[in-house]
Nanobody, 120 residues
């Protein structure tokens, strides 16, 4: 049972913007904090951003360029990505998260993700 569906990926030139959306359902997601992760080709999946109530947290590599928001009424979480760089190219995933040992950790199965490609 898929509980989250990511969308909004695409191809963009460096310096451009994209807005990713994630629609989620189920008790795990509705009650949890939410986050975005990404996996670049040949690399491990890494944390990108998280939102806990009104507080947000970002990986150093995206601070000042990405913004995570959440609409609890619509069960969606979004990631506004500005000033994109080629190194942002990856498949982006949203997930319910918890902070374990001071590290944002996904706590549910992964969805299919959405591909973001940034060309130089």
């Amino acid at each position: 049972q898929v509980q989250q569906v990511e969308s909004g990926g695409g191809s963009v030139q460096a310096g451009g913007s994209l807005r990713l959306s994630c629609e989620y359902s189920g008790r795990t997601f509705v009650r949890a904090d939410m986050g975005w992760f990404r996996q670049a080709p040949g690399k491990e999946r890494e944390f990108v951003a998280a939102i806990k109530w009104i507080y947000t947290d970002y990986a150093d590599s995206v601070k000042g360029r990405f913004t995570i928001t959440r609409d609890t009424a619509k069960n969606t979480v979004s990631l506004q990505m500005d000033s994109l760089k080629p190194e942002d190219t990856a498949v982006y995933y949203c997930n319910a998260v918890d902070q374990i040992s001071n590290k944002w950790t996904a706590i549910a199965p992964w969805g299919k993700g959405t591909l973001v490609t940034v060309s130089a």
